[in-house]
């Protein structure tokens, strides 16, 4: 069965600090993957997206992705961490051609100002 | 363009009840997904309707059943209501192209609280 592993499940850094979540997911075929995060009180929204093509993507908010097909990781990173980046973190994939995502469990993320 | 929309989004039921929640996908996209969100199972796939056809479906018992109208608006059904149902029942919308399925983007959800 298809399943996404997220590293951390609670990850507290200070302001200006530099972030790296891990995630991997299992699965032998063609995946699209995504990293979404949930503000609080605020709805699932998309970081960014890895479809094909430069591995390493760029999302919103100065956040970036590198997806590494060898180890079947998708590892999110921005390089300085804002208080306003509190949220919840997700990331997700999408095999083949179906509208199924399969999430990983999330990953609490507190930027102490 | 206006985001996905669901509706209600707080709902209070009892066990044995049954429960109808609804979804507006953003225009155009003829793609509805479900999702149940849980503090101990995190968010898990229900269902995906395409054109008025279901196309996926989770691992979720027959009491979770939905549909998909012509114009692209879903409905969520769960009868019979136990307590572990209470969730964010969330609905996310996508289009579809020729390589596949793009992202989805997601509503605000609906809390339903099973009693």
């Known amino acids: 069965a298809q399943s996404v592993s997220q590293h951390n499940h609670h990850v507290i850094l200070s302001e200006a600090a530099s972030l790296e979540l891990g995630c991997n997911y299992s699965?032998?075929?063609?995946?699209?993957l995504f990293w979404y995060v949930q503000y609080p009180g605020q709805h699932l929204q998309l970081l960014l997206k890895y479809f094909s093509g430069d591995p390493l993507v760029k999302g919103i908010k100065g956040f970036e992705a590198e997806f590494i097909k060898s180890k079947f990781s998708f590892n999110l990173r921005k390089p300085s961490v804002q208080w306003s980046d509190t949220a919840e973190y997700f990331c997700a994939v999408c095999s083949g051609n179906t509208g199924k995502l399969i999430f990983g469990q999330g990953t609490t993320l507190q930027v102490k100002p | 363009k206006a985001g996905v929309t669901q509706t209600p989004r707080y709902l209070i039921k009892t066990r044995g009840q049954q429960v109808t929640l609804s979804c507006s996908p953003i225009s155009g996209h003829r793609s509805v997904s479900w999702y149940q969100q849980t503090p101990g199972q995190g968010l898990q796939f229900l269902f995906e309707?395409?054109?008025?056809?279901?196309?996926n479906k989770g691992n979720f018992p027959g009491r979770f059943s939905g549909r998909q109208f012509s114009n692209s608006r879903s409905e969520m059904n769960v009868s019979t209501l136990e307590l572990g149902d209470s969730a964010l029942y969330l609905c996310?919308?996508?289009?579809?192209?020729?390589?596949?399925?793009?992202?989805?983007?997601f509503g605000p959800g609906t809390r339903l609280t099973v009693l």
């Open positions: 309707y395409f054109s008025e056809t279901q196309r």
């Open positions: 699965y032998g075929g063609t995946v699209n």
């Open positions: 996310a919308s996508s289009s579809r192209g020729g390589a596949g399925y793009n992202e989805q983007f």
